[in-house]
């Protein structure tokens, strides 16, 4: 079939082994089993009533759609990610579980992203772009109007900051635990300004692809399912009455799943800022080595202390650089749900 | 393929080792790999050299091999910018100026990269879909997990047919190439696909309903692995830890 020729157009975007350190590797594996875990719990009843083959066929739908080149304008084409897609079509707790899967089977079956670094990997793009696509998502909602096709332009919002987020977050795991010692702030600019241009493209394709659903079958998408029209009859003397759609089993206190989504990103966020400090010289292992080899080599007795301190000090001051960028952008998430929430309460007491 | 993803399918002592004892072997001897210093360059050549020996006792074609190795092409490109942008002392190397921490972290990434890659081929070369996740199955992997990724596996090949008769159809309507107009028709595919695979995976858990299915799938394995196999298995792991070790003591 197909896949046995094509895979290796695949994004291809994959984090191999040995691009982090050990450590690095390790604490993003604990995270993202921990995200695999709780979104396995709360997923629970969703997938108890669908069954695992729709999580399955919905992550096979993602592979196959990686695969496809999308014409995204100025003679470019783009392929998906699918984390905000899959966010605002399955549910962002059965998305995690699809992209996961995905990643998990890119990695055993297709060698594709190292096996270390699959942690990293379902980390940046199983967790990050489902969570920040999705509860961007659900927060635009609240401000839009009540329709159904709200959802596309919403997500598309979603997609567009979900791929710069995880690329920011890259910047962030690099500062902590990347081998070289690249100035952590041209790679910030050089990540993030690349993959605003990816988001772009995200944004373009989910936007198109959500479109396309929203127009044939609204009720399959998880985003919009509470703003599902109510169905109105009209009897044969003209009377008319609504009935409304039957309550999704997977609908919950949105309170509850907004708060457990901030709960989340914080944890992870905290997780790596602790981790950041508990093991300060990742970054600098290498490069203090390296700048005593070089002074011995070159003979200036000065080089070795300043080179050392030099990347002790850029380390530092980057690595907090690149921390603060990313709490900057979850407090932004944060405070955005915020207001969207207090608004969403108003006009509920409104009505 | 359909349902073999990339197994090559010849028989070897590689191919009839279970496949948890290839998952916990691989997982060993890339943890190993990664933490192995890059400035020890001796670590990496044995590395290579057991991998080799592994390659052809699985009886792959070396052809096979270094046309999946293609996966990791993007981050050659990252490695090879490394030496140009890193900071630090620098070097000359054939008249370039280079980053010495750059030309160091390059190697490192080339190396961990293109070993744990190989590694990885090496695994779904010589394991069949299904015993793999019979092997994640039996290291304790969730059973929703498990039978998530087998209906994934499973349906894989049917959800991509379905995309390709797509795209047969849309192309032979002449929206081709890559031009922007093109973008509708292309995502109506895909959202189509999408409704298909959701209303598919439906009609599944209805027929597995109507059959008995009351939330857990029968398990996939039944047997261990014994103990010799655990070690033949994780002969190549072990050695891969030792070397780390002995690499680590070195560079102290």
Known sequence: MRIGRNWIKNVGVHVPDGFFDAPTSVATGLIAAGAVGFSLQRANRELRETGPALAGLT???VFAVQMVNFPVGAGTSGHL?????????VGPWTAVLVMSTVLLVQGLLFADGGLTALGTNITLMGLITVLVGYFLTKALLKVMPRRAGSVVPAATVGALVSVPVAALAFTGLYAIGGAVDIPLGKLATAMVGWHILVGIGEAVITAAVLSAVVATRPDLVYAARHLRQDLVLVDADGNTSTVSPDRPIAA???????????????????????????????????GAKLGFDSAAKNSAAAGSPLADYGVHGIGNAEVSGALAGIIGVLVTIVVGLAIAKLASLRANKAS | MSGDGLLVAVDSPVHRIPAQVKLVALFVFVLAVVSTPAAIFWAFGLYAAMLVAAVVVAKLPAPVVSRRLAVETPFIVFALLLPFV?????????????SQSGVLGAWNVLAKGTLGVIAAILLSATTAPRDLLAGLERLRLPAT????????????????????????????????????GHLKAVAGGVGALFVRSFERGE?????????????????LSVEGATRSQWLEGLTISLAAVAIAVAARVVAL
Do not use: C, K, N, Q
């Open chain 2, 145 to 180: 997990l498990v039978a998530i990724l087998s209906f994934m596996v499973r349906y894989l090949s049917v959800v991509s047919d379905d995309l390709h008769r797509m795209r047969v159809a849309r192309e032979s309507r002449g929206y081709t190439g890559g031009r922007a």
């Open chain 1, 252 to 286: 919950r206190p949105a309170g509850r799943s907004l708060g457990v989504g901030i709960a989340v990103t914080l944890v992870v966020a905290g997780g790596l800022s602790l981790f950041a400090s508990a093991h300060p010289d990742g970054l600098e292992f290498v």
């Open chain 1, 81 to 89: 990610l699918g984390g905000a897609l899959a966010a605002a079509l």
């Open chain 2, 86 to 98: 890193a900071t630090g002392p620098r070097i000359d190397v054939l008249g370039l100026h280079l």
């Open chain 2, 203 to 219: 009609r599944v858990h209805l027929a597995m309903r109507s059959r008995g299915y009351t939330g857990r799938m029968p398990l």
């Open chain 1, 59 to 61: 992550a096979a739908f």
